[in-house]
């Protein structure tokens, strides 16, 4: 069974911080995603990477970065919290394949002050 | 431009009832589509995609490539379908990114 991990489910920052999040995935899976989900907009696309080092930019990236130096962990960063960043977070991976099945992480709610 | 739109927020039903959650796209190739669920206090998961043609918990949804839609279907709605619905989009086969739609909150009611 595909298990996807955050590493917070709830984390509160101040405007201007640094923030990460961490997201590991344990089957091998070539390609990682990071999006945000907000009520009304649904999920949007951050930021993609289909293999180590390698990222493209989703519908949103403006204030994100990404990093992705092992195949296993993909790591959203905030370079300077705002509070319109405040919102949940959701990691997924998926094989890469024709059809294939995106599997998520529980999510991290950030809540920017 | 690609999108997927899911026209209600929230539909609610009783229990028993057919349900059909409404999803349109606008894509210019041969779409690949699928329905994410999301239950109370657990994660976002796949329930099914067009290419499977399969039957999971009841539901079913057809792709309907002239009116461009993929609707979810279930005869009969149970309480603990209750939950968050996602329809999303593949984006072309040269990649694995995806269009999700808005969402709609289903509830049944006992």
């Known amino acids: 069974d595909v298990k996807v991990t955050q590493s917070s489910r709830y984390l509160v920052k101040r405007t201007g911080e640094k923030v990460f999040l961490e997201c590991v995935q344990d089957m091998d899976h070539e390609n990682m995603f990071w999006y945000r989900q907000d009520p009304g907009l649904g999920l949007r696309l951050i930021y993609f990477s289909y293999d180590v080092k390698m990222k493209e930019k989703g519908d949103i990236p403006e204030g994100y970065s990404v990093s992705r130096e092992k195949k296993e962990r993909f790591s959203l960063i905030l370079e300077s919290a705002s509070t319109n960043q405040t919102s949940m977070y959701l990691c997924?991976?998926?094989?890469?394949?024709?059809?294939?099945?995106?599997?998520f992480g529980p999510g991290t709610r950030l809540t920017v002050l | 431009a690609q999108r997927v739109t899911q026209p209600e927020k929230l539909l609610s039903v009783f229990k028993g009832a057919p349900v059909e959650l409404k999803c349109n796209y606008s894509?210019?190739?041969?779409?690949?589509l699928f329905w994410y669920v999301q239950y109370s206090r657990q994660r976002l998961q796949l329930l099914l995609r067009h290419i499977s043609r399969e039957s999971i918990k009841g539901f079913t949804a057809d792709l309907n490539k002239g009116e461009t839609s993929f609707h979810l279907k279930k005869p009969f709605a149970q309480e603990e379908d209750s939950a968050m619905y996602y329809c999303a989009l593949r984006r072309g086969s040269g990649t694995y990114k995806y269009i999700f739609g808005t969402g709609t909150r289903l509830k049944v009611l006992a």
């Open positions: 894509y210019s190739g041969s779409p690949e």
């Open positions: 997924a991976s998926s094989l890469g394949s024709v059809g294939d099945t995106q599997y």
